[in-house]
């Protein structure tokens, strides 16, 4: 039995320790639960299929995944009897014109043969839209992925801690200094990684989401996540409250105030797709969120540490069987991601 130090426990940490625990490894987790953790300010969208990036090393990771996502998840619910709001209720993908609409169609089908938890794809008519989110706009041609989910990060953060002293870790809200521990270090800090490991470079953005609340609409309490135009995204939180996101803002601070701009941003944008309903705003939810300057994690050495980082806005979709490939790799057990494709 080794002993592992994890140096903070956002979603990349808490998964690695979980999984170390699953292979009966002594596991420490270190935590000072600052404000602004990427994990818990994330709209927690798994739908990596109709991403356009090209980056085949980043599809491979998060197509691996979205397919891990419903087996990690029963299995810890299971073993906590916790509630994670994973859901899979697909995702629908909006376009500005039925021209956009069929190649994005034809693009995302194309994926289907090499991952067929997407389930079907379907190139949705205005009619048919409605059927799906009666609250929509039918302005954008859509297509529906079958296999699109979300997952709250913060409850699933909450069931992976629960997990993780169940199976016998010890959970630290502290900090610690890495040089003072014996044993595998493992630094998994997101946007704070820069105070101990010179490799990678880490820098962050500032993501904020809006909550809306829609009135006199039809209720849609199993709505499917949407994803907008450009960048934006919508995601269902209760019945007819939802969040709407990002703000992307390059940043060196921890700036956890809201922004007034950025809220009305949203707001502005969120009134594209509810033309027909009354909005009211909510809360804002502000993370920051990791990046390297290759925009892939980085999973590898870097000195004395190990260092899982750099995670970015797909998050939530890779760390899950980051934690798996990465407690697989430490212990001497056969991978299925080539992890030295992320150092």
Same mark, same amino acid.
């Given at each position: ?50 991403? +356009? ?17 419903? +087996?990690?998840?029963? @299995? ?24 956009? +609409? ?25 009619? @048919?839209? *409605?059927?799906?989110? $009666? ?10 992925? @079958? ?99 990002? *703000? ?41 969120? $990791? ?5 892939? $994690? ?46």
């Amino acid at each position: 039995m080794t002993t592992y130090h994890i140096i903070g426990a956002g979603i990349a940490g808490a998964s690695i320790a979980y999984h170390l625990l699953q292979l009966n490894q002594k596991v420490f987790i270190y935590d000072r639960d600052d404000i602004g953790q990427a994990t818990k300010a994330s709209a927690g969208i798994i739908c990596p299929w109709t991403s +356009q990036r090209r980056n085949k090393k980043w599809y491979r990771l998060v197509k691996e995944g979205a397919k891990y996502y419903p +087996q990690f998840i029963d @299995e810890l619910e299971a073993l906590t009897d916790m509630q994670t709001g994973y859901r899979q209720r697909g995702a629908l993908c909006l376009f500005k014109d039925d021209y956009i +609409q069929g190649l994005a169609y034809e693009r995302i089908k194309a994926k289907q043969k090499e991952a067929p938890e997407m389930g079907k794809v379907l190139k949705l008519t205005a009619e @048919e839209l *409605t059927t799906y989110h $009666p609250s929509m706009t039918t302005e954008y041609p859509a297509v529906y992925v @079958e296999g699109g989910a979300q997952v709250n990060g913060f409850s699933l953060l909450t069931a992976l801690k629960q997990a993780i002293i169940q199976l016998g870790g010890q959970w630290h809200t502290q900090s610690v200094n890495p040089q003072t521990l014996d044993g595998t270090i493992i630094y998994t800090a997101g946007a704070w990684s820069n105070e101990y490991a010179a490799t990678p470079q880490v820098r962050h953005q500032r993501a904020e989401l809006l909550e809306v609340m829609l009135h006199e609409a039809p209720l849609a309490d199993v709505a499917p996540v949407v994803m907008g135009l450009g960048p934006m995204y919508i995601v269902p939180t209760t019945k007819n409250h939802y969040m709407i996101g990002t *703000t992307h803002e390059d940043t060196t601070s921890f700036n956890m105030n809201d922004s007034p701009e950025n809220r009305d941003y949203l707001f502005t944008q969120i009134k594209r797709y509810f033309k027909e309903t009354p909005l009211k705003k909510g809360i804002s939810s502000i993370g920051f969120r $990791p990046l390297t300057d290759e925009n892939l $994690p980085y999973i590898g050495p870097s000195g004395q540490l190990f260092v899982v980082n750099g995670l970015g806005s797909s998050g939530l979709t890779a760390a899950p069987v980051i934690g798996r490939e990465v407690a697989h790799y430490l212990t001497g057990k056969k991978t299925v991601l080539d992890l030295t494709d992320y150092h």
